[in-house]
């Protein structure tokens, strides 16, 4: 009798954060923070099937100790925020050539900051600590049984398809029952190939579900380097990110046309942006300034902005 009030407490006390990130009009799943070990456990057993590149770029962006700052870590909490791409237009000889952002990049910094207040603040009466931790967030919120892989591996929620940002955080919080489902995909992914005949670089194999990351144009497209001569300039659609995939799914029909957030470049700003930008020039551009700020671009570093952004819209307008 005695062990059974502190457990149901704790329970009320998870589905509670639930229901708080949820009349933000957010969605959220909370796991064991054991579950670490099983996501761990999946990287590494698909890491004979990803490129060293690849794993590369895996092994520097995840980690699987949680922070000090959550001195008894008892749960992992993946939330999905539904968040629209974004377009701007920009100006060339006199054309305007619309130029579209996929979700995950405008405002990304203040998002992933927003959701992890909101869950330290719905805690802290409880005494309870919470912090951000860089997990493979599409694969948590897959297991967890808040999101479904599309057969391009991209994470959908059911109603916002896959125009979500994924934020995860690990917490003293109990988890309560454990959603664990691990991972699943998208039932109609079993006859539909619209993705795999729209991407250009073929990344979507036909071999297995798992992509052919190595061969995506996201992958390198998001970096400073220079791109592979194998990339088509016509593959390119977006100012950074890619798509292709996504716009022809069925699960987005619905959603694949709404738009966040706009820009207007004029011709000079265009060809400021073509060229190359820092913060020493923005202190001077306060328009050019101002409106990558309202796009939520402006806590990038310099080498995003002013290399990656520039090469990949000049590609795009000599393509176009």
């Known amino acids: 009798m005695m062990s059974e009030a502190p ?6 006390t998870s589905a509670a954060l639930l229901r708080a990130l949820e009349a933000r009009g957010w ?29 590369a770029v895996v092994d520097r962006n995840l980690c699987f100790t949680p922070p000090a700052a959550v001195a ?5 909490i993946v939330v999905a925020v539904p968040h629209a791409c974004a377009r701007v237009t920009v100006v060339v000889a006199g054309e305007t050539v619309s130029v579209p952002i996929p979700t995950t990049y405008c405002h990304h910094g203040e998002i992933q900051a ?19 931790m860089p997990l493979p967030e599409k694969l948590l919120a897959v297991c967890a049984g808040l999101a479904r892989y599309g057969r391009n591996n991209v994470a959908y929620v059911d109603g916002w398809g896959s125009f979500v940002e994924l934020v995860t955080c690990v917490s003293e919080l109990a988890p309560g029952a454990d959603p664990w489902t691990g991972s699943r995909a998208l039932p109609r992914c079993e006859t539909c190939e619209a993705c795999r005949r729209a991407c250009p670089s073929g990344a979507i194999g036909e071999d297995r579900f798992l992509a052919h990351c190595e061969l995506c144009l996201t992958l390198h497209n998001e970096s400073e380097q220079p791109l592979p001569s194998w990339i088509e300039p016509a593959w390119h659609n977006c100012l950074v990110g890619c798509l292709r995939c996504q716009k022809v799914c069925p699960e987005d029909l619905a959603l694949r046309d709404q738009v966040a957030e706009t820009a207007a470049f004029d011709e000079r700003e265009t060809g400021l942006l073509t060229a190359g930008i820092n913060r020493e020039l923005l202190t001077r551009e306060s328009g050019l300034r101002d409106k990558l700020d309202e796009l939520g671009l402006l ?4 080498e995003f902005l002013g290399v990656t952004l520039a090469r990949n819209l000049r590609v795009l307008l000599e393509a176009r």
Do not use: F
């Open 7 to 12: 457990r149901q407490d704790l329970e009320m």
């Open 27 to 55: 969605r959220a799943a909370v796991v064991p923070a054991g579950r670490l070990a099983d996501l761990r456990a999946e990287i590494e057993c698909r890491r004979p099937e990803v490129s060293p590149a690849v794993m």
């Open 72 to 76: 008894v870590p008892r749960s992992l």
């Open 114 to 132: 927003d959701v992890t207040r909101a869950i330290v603040a719905s805690l802290a009466p409880a005494a309870l600590s919470a912090a951000r």
């Open 299 to 302: 806590g990038y570093d310099d």
